[in-house]
């Protein structure tokens, strides 16, 4: 399984511990930037995750910044994305039950440990598909019909 992550100027240390534990689980992770602790504009790095996994590049993408709302808001903004910020392990475990999002979103301030179990949870549950599917194909063909 290959993992994208990116982050903002907040989460450059974060980013690379992850990494190197995701690494050593077995994942192969690619790694959008930002590494360097300078104020950047997290939306390009959003974008680019986002685009990658919209063209089944990545499996999945892994963002973080300061809260991580700014991370989703600009993920969400690409064509096939379901990016869901979460903020513990219940909310990671149901956005890929229910939402098959494709797209996590953390804050880099959040401790270490917590970030692993969520994006643990996140990369080993699987879409339930059934009465989830049809809302998630309604979130689909919206994007389709409103050229989103």
Same mark, same amino acid.
């Given at each position: 399984? /290959?993992? =994208?992550? $990116?982050?903002?100027?907040?989460? &450059?240390? &974060?980013? *690379?511990?992850?990494?190197?534990?995701?690494?050593?689980?077995?994942?192969?992770? /690619?790694?959008?930037?930002?590494?360097?602790?300078?104020?950047?504009?997290? +939306?390009?790095?959003?974008?680019? %995750?986002?685009?990658?996994? $919209?063209?089944?590049?990545?499996?999945?993408?892994? !963002?973080? #910044?300061?809260?991580?709302?700014?991370? *989703?808001?600009? #993920?969400?903004? %690409?064509?096939? %994305?379901? #990016?869901?910020? %979460?903020?513990? &392990?219940?909310? $990671? @475990?149901?956005?890929?039950?229910?939402?098959?999002?494709? /797209? !996590?979103? !953390? *804050?880099?301030?959040? +401790?270490?440990?917590?970030?692993?179990?969520?994006?643990?949870?996140?990369?080993?549950?699987?879409?339930? =598909?059934?009465?989830?599917?049809? @809302?998630?194909?309604?979130?689909?063909?919206?994007?389709?019909?409103?050229? #989103?």
């Amino acid at each position: 399984m /290959v993992i =994208g992550i $990116a982050t903002d100027h907040h989460g &450059v240390k &974060v980013k *690379s511990e992850l990494i190197d534990y995701f690494t050593r689980q077995g994942y192969q992770m /690619v790694d959008y930037g930002t590494n360097s602790e300078d104020m950047v504009d997290y +939306p390009s790095f959003a974008f680019q %995750v986002g685009e990658e996994v $919209a063209l089944k590049k990545i499996d999945y993408g892994i !963002l973080l #910044c300061g809260t991580g709302i700014g991370m *989703s808001i600009a #993920c969400n903004k %690409v064509k096939g %994305v379901r #990016c869901a910020k %979460v903020s513990n &392990v219940e909310e $990671a @475990r149901l956005s890929r039950e229910h939402n098959d999002a494709n /797209v !996590l979103a !953390l *804050s880099s301030h959040m +401790p270490i440990d917590q970030m692993e179990e969520m994006i643990y949870i996140f990369l080993t549950t699987s879409f339930l =598909g059934e009465r989830h599917l049809r @809302r998630v194909q309604q979130i689909t063909t919206y994007e389709e019909k409103h050229d #989103c």
